[in-house]
């Protein structure tokens, strides 16, 4: 079974609008860490925001945040007042402490496609 | 800012040559990884560092090995390349626990 579910192969938004990308994740292990990285067509892969099982809080970095929902086990990423260089693919991916190693899991990513 | 560094952005090789890929990270992580991304596959972990001269097999090690001898340096060695290797390879490094990893540029192998 995946641990991270990434259920979106593609999006669209219109420019400045907001979006919502989806990431489910599976583990038993309480204390995990949660990732969103964006990857552009020149393929780096760009760290964007990172959420702690423990936090109390959602994320925020800028116009990035994370929409996290422990019960449920998913952890969205909202971009506000989206731009033509968010066209990007972003990958959801998730450290469990569970034995120490913190080996990091990734989804199959969601392609985001930004139109003016 | 964290710097890793890999090799080539582009390489061609053919079947049966060994390939080494090489990667660098300038802040003194114990932690290092090789994946391989493919379209609608996402990244795919073949092997990671967690420290010098230690090494842990990922989901798909099968046809590679790895050699850390020093801390900032971790090299994927494809033993006979194979066609089906062709892919992205992405080199990253962090620190240990809840830390992001740090990527490098990737390499667009492609065998022949």
């Known amino acids: 079974a995946q641990k991270i579910t990434q259920t979106q192969p593609g999006m669209f938004v219109q420019e400045k609008e907001a979006v919502t990308l989806d990431c489910t994740y599976d583990?038993?292990?309480?204390?995990?860490?949660l990732f969103w990285y964006k990857q552009p067509s020149s393929g780096e892969m760009i760290f964007l925001i990172y959420q702690g099982s423990y936090d109390q809080q959602n994320a925020t970095e800028g116009r990035y945040s994370l929409n996290f929902q422990k019960a449920r086990k998913s952890a969205n990423l909202v971009i506000s007042a989206s731009q033509l260089g968010d066209s990007a693919m972003y990958f959801c991916?998730?450290?469990?402490?569970?034995?120490?190693?913190?080996?990091?899991?990734f989804g199959r990513g969601t392609s985001l496609i930004v139109h003016p | 800012d964290v710097k890793v560094t890999q090799s080539s952005r582009y390489l061609v090789k053919r079947t049966g040559e060994k390939v080494f890929l090489e990667c660098v990270q300038d802040?003194?992580?114990?932690?290092m990884f090789w994946y391989r991304q493919d379209p609608g596959l996402g990244l795919r972990l073949i092997y990671f560092s967690y420290d010098v001269k230690m090494k842990e097999k990922g989901d798909i090690p099968e046809g590679y090995s790895v050699s850390r001898e020093k801390k900032e340096r971790f090299s994927l060695i494809l033993e006979s390349a194979s066609t089906n290797q062709t892919s992205m390879y992405l080199c990253?490094?962090?620190?240990?626990?809840?830390?992001?990893?740090?990527f490098g540029d990737g390499t667009r192998l492609s065998i022949l």
């Open positions: 583990t038993s292990d309480p204390s995990y860490g």
């Open positions: 991916a998730m450290r469990e402490g569970s034995g120490g190693s913190y080996i990091p899991t």
């Open positions: 990253a490094s962090s620190p240990t626990g809840y830390q992001p990893q740090h």
């Open positions: 802040m003194d992580h114990e932690n």
